[in-house]
């Protein structure tokens, strides 16, 4: 996975909990999870917008 091994993901893990406390660690993961969720749904729609887009420019080239 990107040439990450476990040790150092959990050193970044315990730079992250010192950083940010144990206590906002289910906070913060709430957020990225949210963050990656609306990624993924704008990318999805830019895909389908393009997608329409092209089936438009086919019909009309017709």
């Known amino acids: 996975m990107f040439g990450i091994g ?3 993901l959990l050193i ?3 730079i992250v909990i010192v950083l940010f ?3 906002k660690l289910p906070e913060l993961a709430q ?3 949210k963050s990656i969720r609306l990624f993924k749904t704008e990318l999805q729609n ?3 917008n393009n ?3 092209q ?3 086919s019909t009309l080239k017709s």
Do not use: L, P, R
């Open 46 to 48: 830019n895909h389908q």
């Open 12 to 14: 970044v893990f315990g």
């Open 55 to 57: 089936k438009d420019d």
């Open 6 to 8: 476990s040790t150092e």
């Open 31 to 33: 957020g990225m999870g």
């Open 21 to 23: 406390g144990s206590k």
């Open 51 to 53: 997608h329409n887009d």
